[in-house]
């Protein structure tokens, strides 16, 4: 097809993702930015080691992509199509080609510059957001696996600013996590400068409850950031098996988040995005939280990007109003959460994101204790404080959110030490013997805590000083 015309630049750009949802004045003036080229079968469009100063769309045909090892093999790794985009990487990398690209057949191609790029990315998230989805399939789909000195196994999720692929050090054999941040976020200055300066200092925590992060690279137009693995189901899978906690285990969830939440706020981090799916449980039930990647530090008031930071079933009623949000945000995401592990539900419901952030701004949420019963007092009055209207009515001394979390309803670090009898009497039936023994001896292994059966079924705590180092806060 070598009488391509602006028209059909223009018509076939409309049914190409990214570019489809840009409105169709402006696609057409972006359409005179494209450049056509009409390859015959064999004929070059990339040569592998060249730089690379420009990205490629296929209008019609086929090409083959085609890549040469250290021996002078050639293997073909792609067959691209209409539709397809090839070239972009060494735009992104700002490297020398990775890869020969032959036309298979008769191929119509447009081409942009990468100096016409960028500015469009900017300007359009949509097209950002296609730009991150064609290299999350050069990932996933054609064998780029190796990011530095990681290598990428399979992606296992899409977050609110990022994709999260799994992965490992092969030189020190260690699972790891890769968040690669989304290109309309990256192209935010001041996104970036914030989501770089907390992978920084998050990697600094050393918290049993906090995800750690190893590492941050600068790579393809975007950021990464490797975390530890966490084994585990995250609350929202969990809450969605069970349909709801039991208030006690709720109290054992929320004490774990509330310390970890608070120690980052005493570093000087506020989260911003609490909420069950950022919460992984351990089958020993430790919670870690995770994604810190939409974090700002306390004192970074001024820094504001163009994106409402957090999710809208927890976000905080300052933040919809546009406000830079502190720690107390923070709280007020903790009360939803444990509002809907409690109920099934936040407290805040609509068909619309417009409803939901409505009902955070106007609605009283209906008390806990009517819509579920045993909740205790403590937990209770966590759920009201924290979810108060204004800032400044909520609690935030660590102490006292703990007190409310406590089942006896006060927090004493020196009645927080296990207290184990000296000897237990039990009697029944041989075999209801061993059955307790065996219950028993499971709970103890778990605890750390040594005992001895006798024929009578006594045991006795050797390690007191032990248990008392593992349970206190």
């Known amino acids: 097809m070598s009488d391509i015309t602006k028209e059909h ?90 890869a020969n690209v032959v036309a298979d057949e008769e191929t119509d191609v447009i081409e942009l510059e990468g100096d016409d790029l960028y500015p469009l990315l900017r300007e359009h998230p949509h097209l950002a957001r296609f730009l991150t989805a064609v290299l999350d399939l050069r990932i996933l789909e054609y064998g780029f696996l190796e990011l530095g000195k990681y290598k990428i196994i399979e992606r296992i999720g899409h977050g609110q600013t990022a994709t999260v692929f799994s992965g490992i050090h092969p030189g020190l054999n260690r699972k790891v996590a890769i968040k690669m941040l989304y290109h309309s976020l990256a192209l935010d200055e001041l996104f970036v400068k914030r989501f770089v300066d907390e992978a920084r200092i998050v990697a600094q925590f050393d918290h049993p409850n906090i995800t750690k992060v190893h590492d941050s690279m600068d790579l393809f137009g975007t950021f990464f950031i490797v975390m530890e693995k966490v084994s585990g189901k995250d609350l929202k899978t969990l809450l969605k098996d069970k349909t709801r906690f039991h208030p006690s285990e709720v109290i054992e969830i929320m004490r774990q988040i509330v310390v970890a939440v608070r120690h980052a706020h005493e570093h000087g981090i506020i989260h911003r995005d609490i909420k069950p799916a950022n919460c992984v449980m351990h089958e020993d039930g430790t919670i870690k939280i995770m994604d810190f990647g939409i974090s700002r530090k306390i004192e970074d008031t001024e820094i504001q990007s163009n994106v409402l930071m957090g999710s809208p079933a927890y976000i905080a009623p300052e933040l919809i109003r546009g406000a830079a949000g502190d720690e107390r945000s923070d709280i007020y995401a903790l009360g939803i959460m444990a509002y809907e592990l409690i109920s099934g539900k936040p407290p805040y419901k609509g068909e619309t994101v417009r409803d939901i952030l409505a009902g955070h701004l106007k609605k009283e949420p209906q008390d806990i204790t009517e819509k579920v019963a045993g909740v205790q007092p403590g937990l209770a009055k966590f759920i009201h404080t ?50 307790v023994e065996a219950m028993l001896d499971k709970f103890c292994k778990k605890k750390g805590i040594s005992i001895s059966c006798t024929r009578e079924f006594s045991y006795r705590n050797r390690r007191a000083e032990d248990i008392a180092s593992y349970t206190k806060i």
């Not at 935030?396 to 309803?409: F, I, P, V």
């Open 9 to 98: 630049i223009l018509k076939f750009l409309q049914n190409v993702p990214g570019f489809a949802e840009i409105p169709d004045d402006v696609l057409a003036q972006i359409s005179n930015l494209f450049v056509h080229n009409h390859l015959q079968p064999g004929e070059f469009l990339i040569r592998q080691g060249e730089i690379g100063h420009s990205m490629f769309l296929i209008l019609t045909g086929c090409v083959q992509v085609l890549i040469s090892d250290c021996s002078g093999n050639v293997n073909t790794v792609a067959f691209l199509r209409s539709g397809d985009v090839v070239g972009e990487m060494a735009i992104l990398t700002k490297q020398p080609r990775n």
């Open 386 to 435: 924290a979810l108060k209207k204004n800032p400044d009515d909520r609690e935030t001394e660590t102490a006292k959110l703990m007190s409310l979390l406590d089942r006896r309803g006060t927090y004493n670090k020196a009645e927080m030490q296990c207290k184990i009898p000296e000897s237990l009497r039990i009697d029944g039936s041989e075999e209801a013997l061993l059955e």
